[in-house]
Nanobody, 123 residues
Framework: QVLLVESGGGLVQTGGSLRLSCAASGRTFSSYVMGWFRQAPGKEREFVQAINGGGSSLYYADSVKGRFTISRDNAKKVVYLQMNSLQPEDTAVYYC????????????????WGKGTLVTVSS
């Protein structure tokens, strides 16, 4: 069982930055692939980026390439999403997810989820 709690969301202006955090429980955090997803109003939840247990970024969505960076601290059991050059289209609820292996980019394949944190980018 893995419990995930996101934090760090908020309101930011276009071009600004935010860093999201996801704190995890469980003794085997380092063995899990961690991911970030987002869901904008009226849209399906979409994949943002994933990172393996060793800290190598696995995959990322083209829409965030060069702007968002995922990282993790296994000692603290935290995964981060650094978001730079934010745009209004980045406005969404951001979710942290965990799975014992990388199951692909579709949200339905991931096992554990946090409750999300809202990011709003004003124009």
């Amino acid at each position: 069982q893995v419990l995930l709690v996101e934090s760090g969301g908020g309101l930011v202006q276009t071009g600004g930055s935010l860093r999201l955090s996801c704190a995890a429980s469980g003794r085997t955090f380092s063995s899990y692939v961690m991911g970030w997803f987002r869901q904008a109003p009226g849209k399906e939840r979409e994949f943002v980026q994933a990172i393996n247990g060793g800290g190598s970024s696995l995959y990322y969505a083209d829409s965030v390439k060069g702007r968002f960076t995922i990282s993790r601290d296994n000692a603290k059991k935290v995964v981060y999403l650094q978001m730079n050059s934010l745009q209004p289209e980045d406005t969404a609820v951001y979710y942290c997810a965990a799975n014992q292996y990388y199951p692909g980019a579709h949200y339905s394949a991931w096992e554990y989820w946090g409750k999300g944190t809202l990011v709003t980018v004003s124009s």
